[in-house]
């Protein structure tokens, strides 16, 4: 079946620090990759698109990498602070279902420590 | 922020009643999604539209309608609800050349007793 897992446990992390997270697929073929962040209370907020034919993208303190043989995206958020503390959300569409149709993992919470 | 509003914020209502929620966009968008979020499963599309009349089942659709006359407004209808539609509900816009990034609104608590 198919399945986006990101990890469920928080990640802890010092201020400073560059936060890892990591977002695994099985059986879709992604036409692209996506990441949120999402507040409580609030609704999820997009941060960066990164294409099957793209193998890095970055804006800013955030890179994301994509690679389709592994089937994994990896958000690093660089010199990571406190307000960087939020559950990051990837999400995907696959190529065989075009439209917009995104498919969410549960986020990973991160917690940046000062 | 896109200008995407939803209302009710918030809402408590009783088992078998009917609901609508109401997603309204000021973007000129041409696909609109809903989206439920619960703890343990994230966010699950319901339905989503790609264009005025234009509307499609998304993964947990059972139990829900939507319906778009305007491209502005995208109305998520609970025929009737039932204890396990308590959720989060977000509704969600996209544009431009093509889907890509969706941007979210608020979000409406729903808790049916």
């Known amino acids: 079946s198919q399945k986006i897992e990101q990890n469920s446990e928080a990640l802890n992390i010092q201020e400073g620090k560059t936060a890892t997270l990591t977002c695994n697929y099985t059986n879709y073929s992604p036409a692209y990759l996506q990441w949120y962040r999402q507040d409580p209370g609030r609704g999820p907020v997009f941060l960066l698109l990164?294409?099957?034919?793209?193998k890095e993208k970055r804006k800013e303190r955030l890179k994301v990498t994509f690679d389709t043989t592994l089937k994994q995206s990896l958000f690093h958020i660089t010199a990571s602070q406190p307000a960087d503390s939020a559950t990051y959300l990837c999400?995907?569409?696959?190529?065989?279902?075009?439209?917009?149709?995104?498919?969410f993992g549960q986020g990973t919470e991160l917690s940046v420590k000062p | 922020d896109a200008g995407i509003t939803q209302s009710p914020r918030h809402k408590v209502t009783e088992t078998g009643t009917p609901v609508t929620l109401r997603c309204h966009q000021t973007e000129n968008h041409r696909y609109m999604y809903w989206y439920r979020q619960d703890p343990g499963h994230g966010l699950r599309l319901i339905h989503y539209?790609?264009?005025?009349?234009?509307?499609d089942k998304g993964e947990v659709s059972d139990g829900y309608s939507v319906s778009r006359s305007k491209t502005e407004d995208f109305l998520l209808t609970l025929e009737s609800a039932t204890s396990s539609q308590t959720s989060v509900y977000f509704c969600?816009?996209?544009?431009?050349?093509?889907?890509?990034?969706?941007?979210f609104g608020p979000g409406t608590r729903l808790t049916v007793t």
């Open positions: 969600a816009i996209s544009g431009g050349t093509g889907p890509g990034e969706q941007y």
């Open positions: 990164i294409r099957e034919n793209e």
């Open positions: 539209s790609y264009g005025v009349k234009d509307t």
């Open positions: 999400a995907l569409e696959s190529a065989a279902n075009q439209g917009g149709k995104l498919i």
